[in-house]
């Protein structure tokens, strides 16, 4: 089951299990979009997840994960990754990111979205710097999705990230390189890391039964970064704003699956290039 480099790969039963997993996580994600607005505090919508998995019959992998509170992340305008949901009310034109995992049979699902928060009567009333933030951020991860070929280098989801961050995007954005990607499977994190960045050094080759978490996090900034003294929350060093986005996928005998997405990540990986998997169809 583990491979010398102690990656965990999984059997097509295995992944069908964290796919259900993964929907749980879509659920929750979309029941929490759904409900972004401007005066909803962000423990509204960690209430809001957090019903979803319980009435799934699942678990959240986050609550209780060394001592973090609640059942999402809610990070808003610059801060990062990892914010803690409470008192805070959304206003129009923030940048909220989320993030979300859940526990089916013992196999983890993880996934986050950022969005702008809309006007009170639903318009859109986000900075056209900031919409360009989260559309380059998705599609940077989108990117790194791609690039899981097997037979390559785990590396090549990392530079294919870097090469669009800071290639196609001119350098506008800061690419964060403390916090990266990670296997997934009986533990939300394990081996191997997945980094977003182009990095020196030989990375694993990707194998069939591989399944990670690709999260690049990008800011309209500086990438450096600082923690909060709740020990929890990531914000830029610049207090730039910054977007996330990751899902969970799986590698199969004949391509891709995002375990995460609801339609397998069909859509946008075939426009990129790169074979879907049927297997779990």
């Known amino acids: ?21 993964g929907l749980v996580v879509a659920d929750a994600l979309d029941a929490v979009r759904g409900q972004v607005r401007p005066g909803v505090s962000t423990d509204e919508l960690d209430a ?17 994960y060394h001592g973090f509170p609640r059942t999402i992340c809610t990070s808003v305008d610059e801060e990062v990754v990892h914010g803690i949901p409470g008192a805070r009310v959304l206003q129009a034109g923030d940048l909220l990111s989320v993030d979300c995992g859940a526990v089916v049979d013992g196999w983890h699902g993880d996934a986050a979205f950022s969005v702008l928060v809309p006007g009170p009567d639903g318009a859109d009333v ?9 559309e380059a951020t998705e599609e940077s991860m ?12 785990l590396g090549r989801v990392g530079e294919a990230v870097d090469d669009f961050v800071t290639g196609e995007c001119g350098g506008r954005y800061g690419l964060v390189e403390d916090y ?7 533990a939300m994190h394990q081996p191997p890391d997945v980094l977003n960045y182009r990095a020196q050094g030989r990375s694993p080759r990707v194998k069939v039964g591989l399944c990670v978490a690709v999260e690049p996090m990008l800011t309209a900034g500086s990438p450096l970064t600082r ?22 996928v799986a590698v199969l005998e004949d391509g891709l699956f995002v375990l995460t997405a609801r339609d397998g990540g069909r859509s946008r990986l075939e426009a990129a290039g790169a074979t879907v998997s049927r297997l779990l169809d």
């Open 180 to 186: 990266t990607g990670h296997g997934i499977g009986t």
């Open 1 to 21: 089951m583990f491979g010398r480099e102690r990656i965990e790969y999984k059997t097509l039963d295995q992944v069908r299990t964290m796919r259900r997993a």
């Open 48 to 64: 809001v997840a957090a019903d979803v998995i319980r009435r799934a019959g699942a678990t959240s992998n986050f609550l209780g």
């Open 126 to 134: 986000a900075a056209p710097a900031d919409r360009d933030l989260v």
């Open 227 to 248: 923690v909060l003294d709740d020990e929890w929350t990531v914000v830029t060093v610049d207090g730039s704003k910054a977007a996330h986005a990751e899902h969970s």
């Open 142 to 153: 989108w990117r790194g999705v791609a690039a899981l070929q097997p037979g390559q280098p």
